[in-house]
């Protein structure tokens, strides 16, 4: 486990390049149409959405899901009234401020806050392009503008935990910083959703 | 024998004078007609403080027998139930053996049966002993006098006296030969709903298992397990566990290697640290596909004949034959308290506290590990949270890996040895893999005219210490419940393949019950289906007029799940019934198809177990047993993956039933006055048979291989 | 050195701060009714209050209790854990009794956050705790019954 991990750290120097997966906003240099470029931009940035590490926690129906495979979380949980699970097992019942390793293998995630996304935000499942609309839209993405978007994407808490999921889960595709540019390059090329 | 006073200081909580009665009872006397030495007694205690404790030679892991045997000693003591303790009783052979086995243990469901003329007679003594005592104190006739719910009384003079204040007294007076037991229509106590004694100390914290002892000085161990069945420890370094803070010292023993520290979580931590090479020359390496493929040809090749009646040449004559195979995974128990045990050794002599469940075997074998005479070893039985067979060892291999823990730490000291859930899930004594192989068939009018059953699987017993209680037969808790039918099933042949692997195996809740029902049971549905026939209709017709108990649950079971057929409203229905440990048990379970998944909302069963000592007790364990069976059926299996090692690791690969799954339950107990027969494990067989033949009602998908949660049909 | 408060008593501990809480309450404290099940919150066997609410006390390293407040199932008092008790007594819940500590913690839990549960509610509020005795057919009456005791 140890030498990946080392891999990834290193790459994370390196921002602005393909690293793990993940192409920096330059690779899309090519692209001579803005829009399109701006549509490539975000289906790069789809790979980070649509990982694991981020559908499990924004599902559209039922609960969270676990795993790369998204099986349904154990124990079973539901969403709640508010995406904080149920009362007298709410998500705080067995996560934590930080992933805890355990004895014997493996970690539980956790980070503060530790809740599910609101379903107007349920991706699971949901093509990129209404991903899109729905990250772009303040009535569903919490008021959020593209501005707040880009400092969300590159510096939330919550959302760098994806690269730092704990031992036992694959991290999000490239880094924060990369997912961060990518945002950046995307709004600067006009903020298209793909069609 | 006699009556002894011991000074009360020795037991918690009271002050005065405590009477310990101890009991002669003989074989002939007991009235017990199993086989089996039979050496004085020791069961009932009775404090000034009017408290009557019971010393249950059972181990109370939620199956009752505290409430149980207390309720026969109260019954004839004519005590109040206010009164009654119980409390586990030492390992001794001698004063506790279990009169179906000849031995001390606890299993097959025989707590209750084997001990119901036995403590009856105790409690009848105590009675006959305190009536003595206060016919000498008063002057008056003992004939005169009356006990009832705790009170002894004189009518003609008014005299009346608790327990406590004679039994002083009464430790004077001679025991009785044979003292008379009421007859069951004088019952007041058996036969009624009893609160359990136990409940109280399960809602406060308070009760006492193995992991919540603490003694000066104690070490917590956690053992390197190999990661193969049959691998051996090659070498270790122990540089990195020693480093962590806490860690004490490492040492090999034979089951792998041994890291004390201070704390739990220190005795963790070392043993991750723990850098083990091990010796796989002698491992299983086969996976579960090699092991089915191979347990699978064999029950092919036909086994050996366990059981043979007419030519099974009729199968020509038939004109329909029909056949089946079944997969049955290991299984793991997963009682909620892993394996522990405490063990103390000092000046060489021994003491354990833990929920030890087979005293006759733990208690020699950690005398020959640390060798010291079985007299210097004292085994305190605690109360055990679940065992369902795990804690009861041929082998005693937990009793053999705490002693090897304090022998090879090579100085006194007292040591608690701890199973985590994933040595416990990885860590064998498995529910045996079986196969088992089929074929029916049926005459022209639908009757069945002959029938074949061949069990591949591995031996509990032989290869261990228990083979001798084979007396060189094969061992039949391989394929009970193949064998033994009540149906008339026309020219039939058993047989069994013994299979041979380094993989452990060991009695799973219901033993061979737990696949001999569903491939029987499941099987015969088809059959009857075949026939036209109904499932309670049909079942019926095969039984012989004398199987009237037989015949009185499944009657029973129809009447009460108004049983119509094999599906009504959209739902599935499906009955299956077992005998099993003396018990006759019928279910009906009613299924919905949850998209391709099967949920059981309702569970019928009528259960006819003689005597219903406690039917509080009773439903709880049929309720219980439902719960088990379901969960396994639905969710349970031990895979080994190419190469040996075990799949599965903790209740997130090998998930436990939990509420939402658990269905409703109805229980109807049959009235009778026969003996008390078992009730821990009769529960769990009809239940997956019936699900399942519910869910073929409903889907027409029949299901043989389990579990049913991403198995293929 | 880490300072919290268990059942009322504070605690100074020089400890592991990656120690789970469930084995300082154990090894440390020699509160035992907290059980251990599974190790990684699966089971339920370990639940605590921590600050009120329910916790699994494996997966809680000492370190994220500093300066908080643990209840055990030793220390729970007041009217939803006296109705508890009472409905789990009355009908005889327990059986090998291992996980019934972390059974009356979440249902304690539930109640206080609902009155009047559902049979939804108490599937949701007990889904994370396992009975391998399966007395959940009582478990769920014993919650329904402290319900209407806590209703009057």
Redesign the interface.
Known sequence: MRAPFAAVLALVAMPAVAQDGLSGPDAFAGVSDQSQRSVALFEEMGKVLTHPRCLNCHPVKGGPTQGDDMHPHSPPVVRGDADFGAAGMTCNTCHGDKNIRLTGHGSIPGHEPWMLAPVSMGWAGVGLAEICAQIKDPERNGGKSLEDLFEHNAHDGLVGWGWDPGEGRTPAPGSQELFGALTRAWIDTGAVCPG | MGFETTRRGLLAGGAGLMLALTLPIGRGRAQVTVAGPFAPNAFIRIGTDDLVTVMSKHLE????PYTGLATLVAEELDADWAQMRAEGAPADDKLYANLAFGAQGTGGSTAIANSFMQMRKAGAAARAMLVAAAAQEWGVPAAEITVKAGVVAHPGSGKTSGFGALSAAAASQPVPEDPPVKAPADFVLIGKDR??L????????????A??V?RDGML?VVVAHPPKFGATVASFDDKDALAV??VQMVRQIPSGVAVYAT????A??G??ALQVNWDESKAETRGSAELFEAFTKAAQAGGTTVEEQGDLAAFTGAAKTLEAEYHFPYLAH?????LDAVIEVKGGKAELWYGCQFPAFDRPTVAATLGVPVEDVQINVL??????GRRAQGSAHLAAEAAAVAKAAGADGTFKL?W???DDIRGGYYRPLTVHRFRAGLDDAGKIIAWENIVANQSIMMGTPMEPMLQGGPDSTSFEGSTGLPYILGAKRIGWARMESPVSVLWWRSVGHTHTAYAVETFLDQVLEAAGKDPVAGRLELLPPEATRERGVIEKVAEISGWTGRTRDGKGYGVAYTKSFGTYVAQVAEVQDMGGVPRVTKVWCAVDCGIAVNP?VIR?QI??????A??TALHNHISLAPGGEVEQ????DY??????E?P??EVAIIASEADPTGIGEPGVPPLGPAMANAWRALTGRAQNVLPFGGATS | MTSFRVNGRDHDLDIDPDTPLLWVLRDELHLTGTKFGCGIAQCGACTVMLDGMPRRACVTPISMVEGREVTTIEGMEGPETEAVRAAWTAIDVPQCGWCQSGQIMSAVALLQAVSAPSDEDIDNAMAGNVCRCATYIRIRQAIHDAAKVLEG
């Open positions: 892991m939620g199956q009752g609160p359990k136990d409940t109280k100390a399960k809602t406060d914290g308070s009760a006492q298992f992991l919540d603490y917590t803070k806490g704390n739990t979580y220190a963790l931590k043993r991750d997963a009682p909620m308290e892993p109360l055990a949270g679940g065992s369902f701890l985590t859930r994933e509080n709880a309720e219980g047993g439902i719960g088990y379901l969960g690791s903790n209740f997130h998930p436990m039933l939990r509420i939402s658990m409703a339950v």
